[in-house]
């Protein structure tokens, strides 16, 4: 609970001594590998929850992010509080675990900016987390949902999160930062409301003590109904990429796309995996050479807006092997929900 009033007072400052707005959105997400077709038993990667706050607008000069500049552009302020969680397959057993996935959570608070360029094409999202790796809270959370067998569960109260990697808590800190860059779009004859497909590269970098990530692929917008490819990141969309030039998208009652976005990642160094990178103690841990470096991940879904204000995701998510010997491909899926303001955007 104190972390939640600490962010709440971090928010409370940040707004206080920022100038400038154009309304808001809160969004709060939801993962869990139940969430998934392919019918986990929560464990690998679990889950996780984050409640972040989003504002356009606000001018704050010492953040640490680049911001496109010029009429058109958008900036957009975030804010979050969350956490996650790692479990192994074997949860009834209290002692370390060989072979298997380590336990492992992050509970965090991030700041962050995201900034789409004067013509709309290009998207930074940067973000500066900082939060304690082992952590009690997420284990707590998960022994309460399996106690309760919330999402159906039949799985035992795990039983060896005092094995968990930093246990006690250990600082971490990361700095994240992912690149999209507009390629294309497919739309009817004369009805720029709808596009086929739109495409766009990705890139992804994460630096820190917690992860060591290099990422890149490509992202597909698929049946994209009075959508762009910033739907997922603004709840009212400002501009139709026609391929020649941006025009305004019209205030709409209902937006509508699906993705898929396949991409590799260099996993450099992962702490929930190999232990922390100063002073690890942990007692259960993955042996460096046993972690594998070269993954590929897919991040699959729907985005939903309602009448500009109301905000709807699901997304798929799927792992190739972390570390030898470990789940041959891990899925799990995620549920958004963000509310606006109607002056979200509007001067």
């Known amino acids: 609970m104190k972390y939640i009033f600490c962010f709440l007072f971090f928010l409370f400052s940040v707004l206080a001594n920022g100038q400038g707005s154009h309304g808001f959105q809160v969004a709060t997400s939801l993962d869990n590998d139940f969430f998934s077709p392919a ?8 889950g996780g929850a984050k409640l972040e706050v989003l504002i356009p607008g606000l001018r ?40 298997d996935r380590p336990y492992a959570s992050l509970t965090f608070m991030s ?19 900082i939060g304690g790796i082992g952590k ?21 109260d795990p039983m060896g999160w005092q094995n968990q990697i930093g246990y006690n808590g250990s600082l971490v800190i990361n700095y994240n930062s992912r690149l999209q860059k507009y390629l294309f779009s497919t739309s009817l004859r004369d009805n720029m409301s709808f596009q086929w497909m739109q495409g766009s590269l990705v890139g992804k970098v994460d630096i820190g003590n917690y992860m060591i990530n290099l990422q890149s692929g490509i992202k597909f917008n698929l049946i994209n109904y009075n959508s762009t490819v910033l739907q997922e990141y603004t709840p009212e969309p400002q501009v139709l990429l026609t391929g ?16 898929v976005e396949p991409h590799v990642r260099l996993a450099a160094y992962n702490a929930t995996l190999e232990g922390l990178m100063f002073g690890d103690n942990s007692i259960s841990k993955i042996p460096h050479n046993e972690v594998k470096r070269f993954l590929f991940e897919i991040n699959a879904g729907v985005n939903l807006t309602l009448w500009d204000i109301l905000y709807l995701r699901y997304s798929f998510y799927g792992r190739s092997r972390e570390f030898i010997g470990g789940k041959a491909f891990h899925t799990w899926g995620g549920i958004t929900l963000g509310i606006s303001n109607r002056r979200w955007f509007r001067h």
């Open 111 to 129: 700041i962050g900016n995201t900034s789409i360029s004067n013509n709309g094409k290009i998207l930074l999202q940067s973000d500066i987390i």
């Open 136 to 156: 009690s809270g997420p284990g707590k959370v998960q022994s309460y949902i399996h106690r309760h067998h919330w999402f159906g569960t039949q799985r035992p």
């Open 39 to 46: 019918g986990n038993k929560d464990e690998n990667y679990t």
């Open 60 to 99: 704050l000069k010492w953040m640490p992010f680049y911001r496109f500049a010029g009429a058109n552009a958008i900036n957009i302020q975030r804010f979050a509080f969350g956490g996650t969680a790692y479990t192994p397959q074997d949860l009834a057993s209290s002692a370390v675990i060989r072979n």
């Open 244 to 259: 020649a030039q941006p025009i305004t998208a019209p205030n709409k009652s209902f937006r509508f796309n699906l993705f």
